[in-house]
């Protein structure tokens, strides 16, 4: 099998533009994570808090702070926002385009970031925030669905992985750039970090004025010739090349063949095998916040400044290069161990780390050797998280759909994963924290963690496809054919979607039937006209002699 990953011998062209149209495309990661990661640090700056305080006092320090329940509302508003832009990632992704609707939602998130600078108080504070989400939760649903439209299926895992990647610079840099403008006791301590994030977005909207639109998309909207101007950017083929032919028409193939069992709604979404996927892709993504990454990079700084731990900025920061290194692995590991080994790895790896530090916290609240754990075994359970679940779960939700409602079943499971982080942004101070009304879990909130960690275990055996190696449409034809996820490893596709058109349009009932029984039609087909042609070469041989 050889340790690196290469380019298969048969495909023609080149997948150069491709591979690295999707890796820019992966810097939309970069907002994403640095508007997600600045706000902890911001959370814990002396200026902001004295700044923004309306009269409540921390009582850890005695020094003015916001409450907890202005905290979460301030954590959890980005978390609303992207909720709602990644519904709306799906008309504005098919009206617009792949392409457009990109530099659009850039251009909501920057209204969002010109907010929160101007802000110095709460109300205005949380507006920006609102904006700012609408336009990442837009961005969050729009990039792995161009990315998967336009990748070759044999590095298609690694290219979508890279938008997570891109989320862990993003992290990281937030927490560099917090680390640097924390102790100044003016504006520029949170305004600094809030306005670098203008730089993200030039750069996001200049590339993408220069990027091409996906095939797929302009397949769907019926624009057959713009779609083979598109591939041949992206494959580096002519529009008349006989395998740029072949990938346009299976593309187009699939698509009509989809468009048969139903209109692209949004009610068809929750129908058949599609359904199965939606609710798949959903799960997945809600199970991906629900490990409890989010709780070290909304809240880490403050968590571990209040378990007595000293300079809880480096250890933000430190976590954070964990996290970008440990990505790496999972950007190789998903081409070659394929996504559901993967999965199952990070689940049981995070459940072990989280159950250790809840259990070591628990028994040994206020000891310096309990901080050791928490900060060892935080960053095990990073590598864990950032080489698995981290990426992965964008690379498999990006290519479980049919293209007639691939839009609007990843808006869909995008708003599922930011519902979650809503939630736990939300609920976090609440279940962490002392004080009346509040749980205070301090480190047993890990026991919570560790226990979802466990379910993730479950719910991949019995629900994750092996989608490693397949085209889009392919994985159309694997849930076709293969009812059981943990049968899926063996399948190989055997259908062709041109053909499935081809015996739709001679045989009566076909549109109704399913891919096994059109594939034995295909089979039959092929026999009569293997018999035939045999019949023809025997009558032909007699003959000469």
Not at 18 to 43: E, M, N, P, R, S
Not at 105 to 124: C, D, E, H, R
Not at 275 to 285: A, D, E, I, P, V
Not at 364 to 383: E, G, M, R, S, T
């Amino acid at each position: 099998m050889g340790l690196m990953i290469h380019k298969p011998e048969h495909v023609a062209g080149s997948a150069a533009p491709a591979i690295l149209i999707g890796l820019f495309v992966a810097f939309g990661g970069v907002l994403f994570g640095y508007d997600t990661g600045t706000i902890g640090g911001i959370l814990a700056m002396p200026y902001w808090r004295n700044e923004f305080s309306t009269g409540y006092t921390n009582l850890k320090d005695n020094k003015p702070d916001v409450s907890p329940s202005q905290s979460s509302e301030i954590v959890s508003l980005l978390s609303a926002g992207t909720f709602f832009g990644a519904l709306t990632a799906a008309p504005t992704a098919d009206i617009l385009g792949r392409r457009m609707g990109m530099i659009a939602s850039t251009g909501v998130f920057t209204i969002g970031v010109i907010l929160q600078t101007a802000a110095t108080a709460i109300p205005l504070f949380v507006a920006g925030r609102f904006f700012a989400g609408f336009g990442v939760g837009l961005i969050s649903a729009i990039i792995p669905l161009y990315q998967s439209e336009t990748a070759p299926k044999w590095i298609r895992g690694a290219i979508v992985g890279c938008y997570q990647l891109a989320i862990t610079i993003g992290l990281l840099i937030a927490a560099i750039v917090d680390n640097a403008t924390k102790n100044r006791n003016d504006t520029g301590s949170y305004r600094i970090p809030i306005a670098v994030q203008f730089a993200w977005a030039i750069i996001m909207v200049v590339g993408m004025l220069i990027l091409p639109e996906t095939p797929r998309y302009f397949i769907k909207a019926g624009k057959n010739a713009k779609a083979a101007k598109a591939l041949s950017r992206l494959r580096r083929l002519d529009v008349d090349h006989p395998a740029l032919i072949e990938e346009l028409a299976e593309i187009q193939a699939n698509h009509e063949y989809e468009l048969s069992l139903g209109k692209s709604t949004y009610i068809e979404c929750f129908k058949g095998t599609v359904g199965k996927r939606l609710m798949t892709g959903c799960f997945l993504q809600s199970l991906q916040q629900l490990t409890g990454v989010n709780f070290i990079f909304y809240y880490g700084t403050s968590f571990f400044s209040n378990s007595g731990i000293n300079n809880s900025f480096i250890i933000t920061v430190i976590t954070n290069v964990v996290n970008v290194c440990s990505t790496f692995p999972g950007l190789y590991l998903v081409e070659k161990w394929g996504r559901r080994p993967l999965l199952l790895f990070g689940a049981v790896g995070m459940f072990i780390c989280q159950f250790i530090i809840a259990s070591v916290n628990t028994a040994l609240p206020d000891a310096q050797a309990a901080n050791k754990v928490l900060i060892a075994f935080v960053c095990f359970y990073i590598y864990f998280f950032a080489s698995s679940w981290g990426p992965v779960a964008w690379v498999v939700t990006g290519e479980l759909f049919p293209l007639k409602s691939r839009a609007k079943c990843l808006s869909m499971t995008t708003a599922s994963n930011w519902l979650l982080n809503w939630a736990i942004a939300y609920s976090t101070p609440y279940l962490v924290n002392g004080g009346e009304g509040n749980a205070n879990l301090q480190g047993k909130v890990f026991f919570v963690w560790g226990s979802f960690c466990l379910i993730c275990a479950f719910f991949v055996w019995g629900l994750i496809y092996e989608t490693k190696g397949l085209s889009l449409e392919q994985v159309d034809e694997l849930y076709g054919k293969c009812s059981k996820a943990w049968q899926s490893k063996g399948f190989r596709p055997t259908l062709s979607f041109a053909e499935v058109q081809d015996i739709r349009g001679s045989v009566g009932g076909a549109r109704h039937a399913s891919l096994a029984d059109i594939e034995a039609d295909v089979g039959r087909k092929k026999s009569v006209a293997q018999v035939e042609n045999g019949g023809m070469a025997g009558e032909k041989t007699s003959y000469e002699v």
